[in-house]
């Protein structure tokens, strides 16, 4: 029986520690999936907010911000495809690569003050 105690013993301790452990590594994904989501919305939200700005302020045209709209929507339409089945990594970078190329296209924008696209 104490060969038993002393084969057992620190099995059982060791399965504990696991099972302890597993839900805190369970969690740790879904937080982290819910923060790139939480990243890519806001950045999404925050894009259209400085071109709805910028229209308000008349630094773009109505024209120039139209297509600067069009462009967000079809951030928003990718990332509700991404997002279906979570965010991978890459999709986050395609999703915040797309973001700063709309950003990039704003600033030229504000500064080409000749009021059409492009």
Same mark, same amino acid.
Request: hydrophobic letters at 40%; a positive charge; glycine letters at 8%.
């Given at each position: 029986? !104490?060969?038993?105690?002393?084969?057992?013993?620190?099995?059982? $301790?060791?399965?504990? /520690?696991?099972?302890?452990?597993? *839900? /805190?590594?369970? #969690?740790?994904? *879904? %937080?982290?999936?819910?923060?790139?989501?939480?990243?890519?919305?806001?950045? $999404?939200? /925050?894009? %259209?907010?400085? $071109?709805?700005?910028?229209?308000?302020? !008349?630094?773009?045209? +109505?024209?120039?911000? =139209?297509?600067? !709209?069009?462009?967000?929507?079809?951030? +928003? @339409? =990718?990332?509700? +495809?991404?997002? !279906?089945?979570?965010?991978?990594?890459? #999709?986050?970078?395609?999703?915040?690569? %797309?973001?700063?190329?709309?950003?990039?296209?704003?600033?030229? #924008?504000?500064?080409?003050?000749? @009021? %059409?696209?492009?």
């Amino acid at each position: 029986m !104490r060969k038993f105690t002393k084969a057992v013993a620190p099995a059982l $301790i060791a399965a504990m /520690g696991l099972a302890a452990v597993a *839900p /805190g590594i369970a #969690e740790a994904a *879904p %937080r982290h999936q819910a923060a790139r989501h939480y990243d890519i919305r806001s950045d $999404i939200n /925050g894009l %259209r907010a400085n $071109i709805d700005r910028a229209a308000a302020r !008349r630094t773009i045209s +109505q024209r120039e911000a =139209t297509g600067l !709209r069009r462009d967000v929507v079809n951030i +928003q @339409r =990718t990332y509700g +495809q991404y997002a !279906r089945g979570g965010l991978s990594a890459q #999709e986050t970078r395609v999703l915040g690569a %797309r973001v700063n190329a709309v950003y990039a296209k704003l600033r030229m #924008e504000r500064h080409d003050y000749d @009021r %059409r696209r492009g």
